[in-house]
């Protein structure tokens, strides 16, 4: 990994200066020298006072948006006390209560200081954002990456998983601590972060599947042709997967059972899949193009095996992702599993095209993805979960963007 850019002193105050005046202005700023330290601190902080300057009404609205529940669950918590918290950890331990305990963890700290939720997902930010900066760190200083437009589109790539997903907490923290000890095992080589790993399931219940396909890899992934073929199976039989988990959940144990089964269920399948406007067809057309994007590029990878292999930093993350990418391709017909996992996959085919491709032919490949990347930051909905501008905006009122930190402070954590 490459050393930090060289900085005057004069950008650096230029930076801190400009985030005086606005967090929003001074990330702007910031992004124009993404391989420099005090880029990301800037970043950093403007994530956190987006996290406390979120906003989510009382009640669902026809955004449903997830954190309109975690802030009632938040507002409720001031009635928990210990022993019932120490009660809830306990039936967590013994599968007993809910699926996972981060949130549970989060309200109960932050209720014990105030019952204001914007700290509540200020806190929520500061997490989120320091596993997914700690990860971006790792790619952008590959020497690799310079300002050009194909290391911009594998930048967005890689954070797919963007800020704005604190609305829906649990699960996306969960994929930047993944992601995050993922490539500290297979870039750095320091194993000691499946430790981390590991307890990716309690901050949501569904990353005990991403530990059951890191397993199948520490048996079977140097098996590369036969995760070629099983890749290639999985493109075509999602709907066999969903028979065959409705088949067998009943058959397993009963905390299994009660907190996914809803997933699997014909009627949430229905509603995810297929609620929307008249216009819908438009949002399953441009996911379809991006879970495309995403095998196209793992395809040219297969082509590619045994340079990528040759790589020291990517040679056992390719086996991964075809391990990985298989599982998404064949649970896509489930909302919850495919179209989110998907998510997962982004930053690592990110990694693996900059250390390997970039400056090379095969960059003309990343425009398209480009142009889409720009008609699903414009749409007014959500695209298998990458956030829009207009939901930014349903989410931070207009004076965020010209307001100092210490107004933001003034009016989101004091008023």
Known sequence: MGNWLIETKKGIIIKYVLFI?????????????????????VIYLFFVFLGLSYIVPNNRNVLNFDGVTYRQDFEEYKFVSSTDFIAKFKDYINFEGDADFYCHLVYYCVSR?????????????????FFSLKSFEIFIREKQFVNSMPCFILAYLFMSNQIFNINAFRFFTAAWIAVYSLLNIFVKKNNLYVCLLFLTPMIH???????????IY????RY??????????????????????????????S?????????????????????????????????LLVRLCMNVYVILFIFHLNMIKRNIKTGKMISFILILMS???????????????????????????????EGKKY????????????????????????????????????????????????KYWFV
Not at 24 to 39: D, M, Q
Not at 205 to 215: D, I
């Open 21 to 41: 005046i606005s967090p929003f202005i001074a990330f702007v700023f910031s992004l124009g020298t993404l391989k420099t330290k005090s880029s990301f601190v």
């Open 113 to 129: 200081i105030t019952d204001n939720y914007h700290v509540m997902f200020m806190i929520i930010a500061m997490v989120f954002s």
């Open 205 to 215: 219940g569904s990353f005990f599947l991403m530990l059951v396909v890191y397993l």
């Open 218 to 221: 520490l048996l079977l992934g």
């Open 224 to 253: 590369d042709k036969f995760w070629i073929i099983v890749f290639i199976i999985s493109l075509f039989f999602s709907n066999f997967i969903l028979e065959l988990a409705q088949k067998y959940l009943t058959s397993m144990p």
């Open 255 to 287: 905390f299994i059972f009660n907190n996914y089964s809803g997933y699997f269920s014909d009627n949430y399948v229905d509603l995810i899949n297929n609620s929307g406007s008249g216009f819908i067809w438009v949002k399953r057309l441009l996911e």
């Open 327 to 357: 599982v998404v391709n064949l649970t896509s017909v489930i909302p919850s599993l495919g179209k989110r996992y998907l998510l997962l996959t982004m930053p690592f085919i990110a990694y693996i095209w900059l250390v390997n491709f």
């Open 363 to 410: 960059n003309k490949y990343l425009y398209p993805l480009g142009v889409l990347f720009i008609l699903l930051f414009f749409l007014p909905f959500q695209v298998n979960l990458l956030p829009c501008l207009s939901h930014y905006n349903s989410v931070l009122e207009s004076t965020f963007y010209i307001s100092s930190p210490l107004y933001l402070i003034y």
